[in-house]
Nanobody, 129 residues
Framework: QVQLVESGGGLVQAGGSLRLSCEAS????????IGWFRQAPGQLREGVAA????????YYRDFVEERFTISRDNSKNMVYLQMDNLKPEDTAVYYC??????????????????????WGQGTQVTVSS
């Protein structure tokens, strides 16, 4: 089992930036990918970005592409989500999640087919207009 802890959320004005962190502990060698997901009040959880832990390939939903950047530091078992030019519609609880399969295995539909092995507790991001 992998334990995940997110941090870095907060309140920011539209156009601002935040950097989320996800720290993994436990059996960290068992996951092949980590994804960031978010859930706004009254809405379903949705995928935002994902990264393959071995080759570092990155994947983004179109609504965050060129604004968000996902990265990893395998030596520290950390994954980051740099969020720039934030919009009020980015307001949500953000979660990181591990997957035993690489993102490439889902042929582009990773956000619909994600097979989570672990979830963090989430961190709140609020963007004011």
């Amino acid at each position: 089992q992998v334990q995940l802890v997110e941090s870095g959320g907060g309140l920011v004005q539209a156009g601002g930036s935040l950097r989320l962190s996800c720290e993994a502990s436990g059996f960290t060698k068992r996951y092949r990918a980590i994804g960031w997901f978010r859930q706004a009040p009254g809405q379903l959880r949705e995928g935002v970005a994902a990264i393959d832990s071995r080759d570092g390939s990155t994947y983004y939903r179109d609504f965050v592409e060129e604004r968000f950047t996902i990265s990893r530091d395998n030596s520290k078992n950390m994954v980051y989500l740099q969020m720039d030019n934030l919009k009020p519609e980015d307001t949500a609880v953000y979660y990181c999640s591990t997957n035993a399969h690489p993102v490439s295995a889902y042929r582009g539909r990773w956000y619909e087919m994600w097979q989570a092995t672990s979830w963090g507790q989430g961190t709140q991001v609020t963007v004011s207009s």
